[in-house]
């Protein structure tokens, strides 16, 4: 069994930083890929950002300008840096990992049910 605990999140007003963070424990031999997945009010959960084992990110459109991913391998823990926050980025992030156990079977673990808050106001 993999846990995730996300942490980080907040109500800021418009222009703020926050940096979520998310770590993983539990059976993980290694982990692979590392990421966020952002929900606003109403809206579909999107993919935001991950960042592969060889710290190769990606990005999705609407916060690639404003965001930085990060991991620390030592850790399993993933971070979200976002900068010039705005009312759009309210959402309740969540956080995901692909990782191999002892045998080299790959999972893949997502914090739905859990996740941080993010509330924006202008």
């Known amino acids: 069994q993999v846990q995730l605990v996300e942490s980080g999140g907040g109500s800021v007003q418009a222009g703020a930083s926050l940096r979520l963070s998310c770590a993983a424990s539990?059976?993980?031999?290694?982990?692979?890929?590392m990421g966020w997945y952002g929900q606003a009010p109403g809206g579909p959960r999107v993919l935001f950002a991950h960042v592969t084992s060889g710290c190769s990110t990606n990005y999705a459109d609407s916060v690639k300008s404003r965001c930085t991913i990060s991991r620390d391998n030592a850790k399993n823990t993933v971070y979200h840096q976002m900068d010039r926050l705005n009312p759009e980025d309210t959402a309740v992030y969540y956080c995901?990992?692909?990782?191999?156990?002892?045998?080299?079977?790959?999972?893949?673990?997502?914090?739905w049910g859990q996740g941080t808050q993010v509330t924006v106001s202008s």
């Open positions: 995901f990992t692909i990782y191999n156990d002892a045998s080299g079977r790959a999972y893949i673990r997502r914090s």
């Open positions: 539990g059976r993980i031999f290694r982990i692979s890929t």
